[in-house]
């Protein structure tokens, strides 16, 4: 398995994956189906395209793209010293093989490389145990619990707001 930045010509694939999880997973996940179905493949490249404060990455193996996961910086000045994940998704037959473990290390990675980033943010359904618990083993914590953020197909699901401190703030905090 090979994992690395998805750029503009991993558009197609990115999409077939992004599309198929989206539909068989609509509860973990803030955007639908039916909401991205019709994307035109550009704008879905142009998102692909690597920025210095964003980034998609991707596990592959051989040349099937088989999990990816997004981070971007907060764009407000104020909360610019703040990343946040997003995204994550392993195709069903990669899953408990270590595949989201890899992504989040790579983007934790990444995001260590960013100038003033001092925490990492993402949110989880609570249902998701399996994704809670990776995130927990890999230094998030959980610091709010925000019920009903979502409503999917009539049934509300409640998230768990998650951050991982990188670096000390000059208070200790």
């Known amino acids: 398995m090979q994992i690395r930045r998805l750029l ?28 991205e179905k019709d994307a035109l493949l550009g704008a879905v490249a142009q998102r692909l395209a690597p920025k210095p404060d964003h ?37 069903p037959a990669w899953r408990r093989q270590g595949v989201a473990r ?28 399996a994704a809670r618990r990776l995130y927990e083993s890999l230094g998030f914590v959980a610091w709010g619990h925000e019920r009903d953020s979502m409503l999917v197909d009539g049934e509300l699901h409640d998230e768990l707001h998650m951050c991982r401190l990188l670096r000390e703030t000059e208070t200790g905090h």
């Open 55 to 91: 980034g998609f990455v991707g596990a592959f193996d051989g040349e099937q793209l088989v999990g990816t996961v997004a981070l971007g910086r907060e764009g407000m000045a104020k909360l610019a010293h703040k990343a946040y994940i997003w995204g994550m998704v392993v195709a």
């Open 102 to 129: 890899a992504l989040m290390t790579q983007m934790l990675g990444f995001a260590s490389t960013m100038p003033g980033i001092r925490q990492v943010n993402l949110c989880v359904n609570t249902r998701n145990d």
């Open 8 to 35: 503009p010509a991993d558009a197609v694939a990115y999409q077939a994956l992004r599309l198929a999880a989206l539909r068989d997973e609509p509860f973990a996940f803030g955007s639908s189906y039916e909401e």
